[in-house]
Structure formats: structure tokens, C-alpha cells
């Protein structure tokens, strides 16, 4: 199984607070749609503690 960082877009807010809190700069916003670089992000969890509205998480995945 591997770790994988989600995103809810349907309770975003694109607020951004994540984006400048990742310390891998992993996250970014175009426009209102947030981007997960997955080759950057070493999900550390410091983003979906910081989003307010729980917007992210992570996951498992089978990697299958």
C-alpha cells in the first residue's frame, strides 16, 4: 500500500493556505483548482492540518 495525498474539490475553498505552508512546494493554485505535484509531495500531513475545512487527507492506495 502507498500514501497518497487527496484532495475534495467539491469543499474547497481556495483559500491557498496550504500552498505556501508546504514545505516540499508540492501544492499550487491555478485559479480556484488546486495541484498536487505527487513526485514532490512526501505527504508530511502539514497541509491537511493547516486547511480549515479538511478539504485534504491522506489515503492509501493500492499500488497495483
Known amino acids: 500500500m502507498m500514501k497518497k495525498l487527496v484532495h475534495d474539490r ?12 508546504c514545505p516540499k512546494m508540492a ?4 485559479g480556484l483548482d488546486l495541484q498536487i505535484d505527487s513526485e514532490k ?19 492509501e492506495v493500492n499500488d497495483a
Open 41 to 59: 509531495c512526501v505527504r508530511c500531513g502539514i497541509c491537511v492540518k493547516a486547511c480549515p475545512i479538511g478539504a485534504l487527507k491522506i489515503t
Open 27 to 30: 501544492l499550487d493554485m491555478f
Open 10 to 21: 467539491k469543499i474547497c475553498l481556495a483559500c491557498a493556505g496550504c500552498v505556501g505552508i
